[in-house]
């Protein structure tokens, strides 16, 4: 296999709509903990899905864990409510 790196190749549009929310501490948290994540208005939408969908996956793997999450203005809060 031949690997290289090239330059100056331009993203995909589908691909620069993405979300990093970088790590995110879900597993240190306790039942009535919360996370807030201030962001831009124009990126609520991307950024409320990027989180619900980190927080479902996590709680799939845990079995017990809930989570909910909320946004008002720029800003998104999750809690742990189970």
């Known amino acids: 296999m031949n690997v290289q790196i090239e330059k100056d190749i331009p993203i995909p549009d589908g691909l620069k709509g993405r979300v990093n929310l970088g790590v995110i501490p879900l597993g240190e948290m306790q039942v009535g903990d919360s996370i ?4 831009a208005p124009e990126d609520i939408r991307r950024v409320i899905a990027s989180l619900r969908i980190r927080a479902h996956r996590y709680a799939r793997q845990h079995p017990g864990w ?3 999450a909320s ?3 720029g800003v998104i809060r999750l809690w742990r409510i189970e």
């Open 36 to 39: 807030r994540v201030d962001c």
């Open 66 to 68: 809930k989570f909910t």
């Open 71 to 73: 946004q008002k203005g």
